[in-house]
C-alpha cells in the first residue's frame, strides 16, 4: 500500500534560518505528492504540488523537488519568518480516481525570533 | 469561489444527540471527502463521494452517516457519539476529470461529545 514518512519534530528555528523537512514515499503507480499546512485551529492549506518526476513545486518561499529515484519530497526553505510556525504535512494521491491522500504524520515547525 | 466551507466550525453535543455537520463548495468539484483528524495527528480518512455516490466508507461506525444530496454539498449526520469521537473533522474536495490530484479542504468543525 501507500504511506508517507516525514519527520516529525518539534523542529526549532531561529528566524532566517534555512529550513529542510525530509519525506520519502512508497507507492504504486505514478502518485501526485503533496505539501499541505496547517496553522492552530485551521484546516488544511495546500502550500505546493509536483504531479511527475523531477517536477518542482514552489509558492511563498517554499520549495519541493519530486525526485523518484530517491522517492523523496523534501520542503526547504532559505530563510524562514516567526509566520511559518506550523504543522506540516507531507502527502501523495495515487491510484488515478478519487481516493483520498495518504499522510505523514506531520511536523511541528517552530520559528523563534 | 474558491473555498470549501464547513458549519458550524464548533460543535458540542452529548452521547444522546443527534447533530449534523455540513460542507458545501461551488468550484464544480465532484469528489468529495470527510477527514477525522485527532490532536497531532495527520488526517484519516471517513468517507468519500464521487459524482454524489459514495465510494470509500473507511470501516467508519454507523453512528456516523454520510449524506451528498447535490454536488455542491456533504453532510455527515452524527448520532449517539462517544468522548473519544470529539476531533476535527475536515470535508475537502477534488476537481473532476484529473488523476491522482490535490484536495480542498475546509477550516473544518471543532466536535467535542460530552
Known amino acids: 500500500g501507500n504511506s508517507v514518512t516525514q519527520m516529525e519534530g518539534p523542529v526549532t528555528l531561529s528566524e532566517e534560518a534555512f529550513l529542510t523537512i525530509n519525506c520519502t514515499y512508497t507507492a504504486t503507480g505514478y502518485p501526485s505528492l503533496f505539501w499541505y499546512v496547517q496553522y492552530p485551529g485551521e484546516g488544511l492549506q495546500l502550500l505546493l504540488k509536483?504531479?511527475?518526476?523531477?517536477d518542482k513545486g514552489s509558492n511563498k518561499g517554499f520549495e519541493a523537488t519530486y525526485r523518484k529515484e530517491t522517492t523523496s519530497f523534501h520542503l526547504e526553505k532559505g530563510s524562514v519568518q516567526v509566520s511559518d510556525s506550523a504543522v506540516y504535512f507531507c502527502a501523495l494521491a495515487s491510484g488515478g480516481g478519487a481516493d483520498g491522500l495518504t499522510f505523514g504524520k506531520g511536523t511541528h515547525l517552530i520559528i523563534q525570533p | 469561489d474558491t473555498e470549501v466551507t464547513q458549519t458550524p466550525k464548533h460543535l458540542v453535543m452529548g452521547m444522546t444527540n443527534k447533530k449534523s455537520l455540513k460542507c458545501e463548495q461551488h468550484?464544480?468539484?465532484?469528489?468529495m471527502y470527510w477527514y477525522k483528524q485527532k490532536a497531532k495527528k495527520p488526517p484519516e480518512l471517513m468517507f468519500v463521494y464521487s459524482y454524489e455516490k459514495l465510494s470509500i466508507n473507511e470501516s467508519v461506525p454507523s453512528r456516523f452517516s454520510p449524506e451528498c444530496p447535490n454536488s455542491s454539498l456533504l453532510n455527515l449526520h452524527l448520532h449517539a457519539l462517544q468522548p473519544e469521537d470529539s476531533a476535527l473533522y475536515l470535508c475537502?474536495?477534488?476537481?473532476?476529470?484529473?488523476?491522482?490530484?490535490?484536495?480542498?479542504f475546509g477550516q473544518g468543525t471543532r466536535l467535542t461529545v460530552v
Open positions: 468550484m464544480g468539484h465532484r469528489a
Open positions: 509536483a504531479t511527475k518526476a523531477d
Open positions: 475537502a474536495s477534488s476537481p473532476p476529470g484529473r488523476t491522482n490530484t490535490e484536495a480542498f
